[in-house]
């Protein structure tokens, strides 16, 4: 029988264990029964196979020759199967079904098969294919710089949070206090200290859903049953639009199946950390619905104490999370899957961070906040394969932030305090026309519309010690919709050269209102004091052409140079020092790479 994702064979280092265990397995089974494989599978027999996806029908094509058949998700997902019937041998069979895929069995050692890409072999090493550039790639195939953690490695790890996983990731910086994060020295935020800059520089999808800034710091955070995190160093804007200048992360969860499948987690460490979680999925009408749910609790006193006076909060540092998430898969006909999600999360974080001159002990003095948000996010994701080389996918999602940071009420007597809150709300919608002819062409076409709003408001007291104590209120309403046309192509000039060439004509029309006070007492000359508003509309357009070549000395080993050009829309803001509304233009920049990959030929080895 199928068993679908048996190996993730195109991720995880168990992956290549866990096939060895099952084709093992396989072959002890097929030894034991009455029947010779070898007689099995030449054996002919009546085959009536209706039309139905590519992973049921391999399913009940095993089932009728009592043969296991092992393939990946990633291979069978999104194809069908014509309707195969005749008195036919199991390999005929095979034959006819995997016919226009792009897709061939192989037999093992064991009599098992496995279903691998055309040129593929059934003992390859796992490969990882990357799917955050809109065209599926293998990892070796890909021109950018990108780091992915499957959800096996991410468990091997016992990595529990995304920034855990940037923290990882060469040439990503992640605020271990949870202040943001930065990808080649450029933060998610942008540089500078001001609220104007709402276009982030990093695109977070999660599921499809992307994630507002305070989101990436502070909300669906959890790794818990998570299938691939996919981490791009570099502009994504072709590929992800106005939020991608300095890269991108991509997170895809785990899709329900029409297998029984479950997990748990329990653990518990110093500074009372515990994680609690679980996640079941399985069939709720077979070969038709399918559904999985998960859920964890993680909760952690932090490292750090706060101490003033008589005052002590040992758990000032902590960092608490809650999620919980379902998806539902719908497969009405053979070439048609519908995926949809949806995401809870409510989060707690305090501070991190120690003043005194020993940091061993622990010791916090300072004002310290406590900033609370709560997430809910979800997608609806309907693919359609409308021929053997066409894939249409459609995909709406929306993300709904609030993050309100609150005073310790035991810490106002040191006479400052900040108080913040931030709301975003985003709906998205993309359609994407994929093609692969199974040889030597693939690529991507695609609109894309965002309609988002943006709320912010701050108010701090800051006391300037022996001087002054200064009082700033600001805040913003913001909103803006994006339209946006992009594709990529790809096309092999023999076994050697590779071109790829792509753009993205981008678009936004926004609205802002904002405002700023400024107090102090007793006055000072150099704090500018008073009050500032502005409030008014704008209109951003940007071509973002990319362009790229790859050399292949060998299957694994490749020389390749990208080019393209990136994006982030100006805005208006205004400025503390000055006191004064500034406008900015937008960010352009050209960003040229030069790409060398090598990895051995087991996968456990490689160079970029």
Known sequence: YIFKGFFNMYGGSRGSLRRCLLVAASSL??????????????????????????????????????????????????????????????????V??????????????????????????????????????????TLQETSDSVAVLTGDVIDQSYITNLREVLQRTPNVFADPNGSGFSIRGIPERGVGSGTGDTAQTVAVYIDGAVQAQAGADNGILGTWDIAQVEV????????????????????????????WSGRARASYGEFDTYQLAGALGGPIIPDLLAFRVAAETNR?????RFESGETVIDDIGRNNRDLVRGKLLFTPASNVE???????????????????????????????????????????????????????????????????????????GLGERSFA????????QEIQLNFDNGDNARGVFGL???????????????????????????????????????GEFELDLGERWTLVAGGRYDTEDSSRAEFQVISSDPPVPFIPTGSTNFSGDASFSAFLPKAGVTYYFSPDASLGFVAQRAYRPGGADINPATNSAVEFDPEFLW?????????????????S
């Not at 622990?362 to 948000?373: D, E, L, P």
């Open 421 to 428: 809150r931030f709301r975003d709300n985003a709906f998205t």
């Open 29 to 94: 089974a097929v030894s034991l029964t009455a029947q010779p494989a070898s007689a099995q599978t030449t054996t002919r027999q009546q085959v009536v196979l209706e039309s139905q996806p590519l992973a049921q029908a391999l399913n009940a094509l095993g089932a009728r020759y009592d043969v296991t058949i092992f393939a990946a998700d990633d291979i069978t997902r999104g194809k069908p199967a014509e309707e195969v019937s005749g008195n036919l041998t199991l390999e005929e069979a095979l």
């Open 338 to 412: 519908v995926l949809a999600s949806f995401t809870h999360s409510d989060a707690e974080r305090g501070t991190a961070q120690v003043d005194v001159p020993d940091t061993f002990e622990r010791v916090t003095a300072r004002t310290v906040n406590i900033t609370k948000t709560e997430v809910n996010s979800g997608s609806l994701e309907v693919r359609i394969g409308l021929s053997d080389t066409l894939d249409l996918t459609a995909t709406s999602a929306f993300s709904d932030l609030d993050s309100q940071t609150d005073p310790i009420a035991e810490t106002l």
């Open 300 to 304: 952690t006193d932090g490292y750090t």
């Open 96 to 137: 006819r079904l995997l016919a226009g895929t792009g897709l061939t069995a192989q037999r093992t050692a064991g009599a098992a098969y496995v279903v691998v890409r055309k040129g593929g072999t059934a003992n390859e090493p796992a490969e990882i294919v990357v799917s955050g550039q809109n065209v599926r790639r």
């Open 232 to 259: 791009y160093r570099g502009p994504q804007t072709t590929n992800q639009g106005r939020a991608g200048l300095a890269g991108a992360v991509i997170v895809r969860t785990a899709d329900p199946t029409f297998d």
């Open 448 to 486: 894309y519309y965002a309609d988002i709003e943006e709320f912010s408001e701050r108010d701090v007291i800051a006391a300037i010690p022996n001087l002054t104590t200064v009082t700033l209120n600001d805040g913003f309403t913001n909103q803006f919709e994006n339209y946006a046309v992009f």
């Open 591 to 607: 960003n040229d790479e030069v790409v060398l990959r090598i990895a051995s030929p087991d996968n456990k080895l490689t160079f």
